[in-house]
């Protein structure tokens, strides 16, 4: 069965690096997600990307974040300088139409020191 | 501020009972509903969706909309202890449907 994939699985970066976090959506899906779960919280939308372009973002998404889908198959999320209150753990997910449901990624975990 | 709500349990049912899981949303426009298991320090795995006033039906899972109230429901029925999770209840915040909204999740737990 297709899934969504996430590399890596957790990333540990020091505060005012760079993080790129990777995702490879469900093959044949042409919507594509982030969002991220602090732990203990729940989980928040920040980006949807469609034909190449954001299509909606939340106000967590600010200049610090960028995403891109630098080629057919891998879908990324950049923070530019990262912060302690990043650390999350962050999903992609995808879907095959607007509406349709959005399957998600495993995660991956990120530890800002 | 799109708002969804949950009862955040935890939610105690012996195996074999009916679990029912409630959520209600602030957005009258929503048009599309999704119940979403989580496993603890796992992603969220779709258990059902739901875009009609009504029920629907999957297995043991039960799905109800109610639009007028804005609610959303979900019975588990012959509830096993495997299905000990949190259940996050998501709705689609415009009309493309693009962003989910989540809430906290409620707890469940099936003891034997």
């Known amino acids: 069965e297709p899934e969504v994939t996430q590399t890596p699985s957790h990333q540990v970066t020091q505060m005012g690096q760079e993080v790129i976090l990777r995702c490879v959506p469900i093959s044949n899906h042409l919507y594509f997600y982030w969002y991220r779960q602090i732990l203990g919280q729940k989980v928040e939308f920040l980006v949807s990307f469609y034909n190449n372009e954001i299509s909606e973002k939340s106000e967590i998404f600010d200049d610090q974040f960028s995403v891109e889908r630098p080629d057919g198959s891998n879908f990324t999320l950049k923070i530019r300088s990262t912060k302690l209150e990043d650390s999350a753990m962050y999903f992609c997910a995808s879907s ?8 998600f990624g495993p995660g991956t975990r990120l530890t800002v020191l | 501020q799109k708002e969804v709500e949950q ?5 105690s049912v012996p195996e074999g009972a009916i679990a ?13 509903f999704f119940w979403y298991r989580q ?19 999957d297995g ?24 000990s999770a949190t259940y996050l209840c ?15 999740g409620t707890t469940l737990s099936v003891s034997s």
Do not use: H
């Open chain 2, 90 to 104: 998501a709705v689609g915040i415009n009309q493309a449907g693009t962003a989910l909204i989540f809430g906290k």
């Open chain 2, 39 to 57: 496993y603890s320090g796992k992603s969220p795995e779709l258990i059902m969706f739901i875009y009609s006033n009504g029920d629907k039906e």
């Open chain 1, 96 to 103: 095959g139409s607007a509406l349709d449901t959005q399957y």
């Open chain 2, 60 to 83: 043991r899972f039960t799905a109800q909309l109610n639009k007028a109230s804005q609610y959303v429901s979900l019975l588990i029925r012959d509830s096993q202890p495997s299905d």
């Open chain 2, 20 to 32: 029912s899981l409630n959520c209600t949303y602030s957005d009258r426009g929503s048009q599309s």
């Open chain 2, 7 to 11: 009862n955040s349990g935890p939610l």
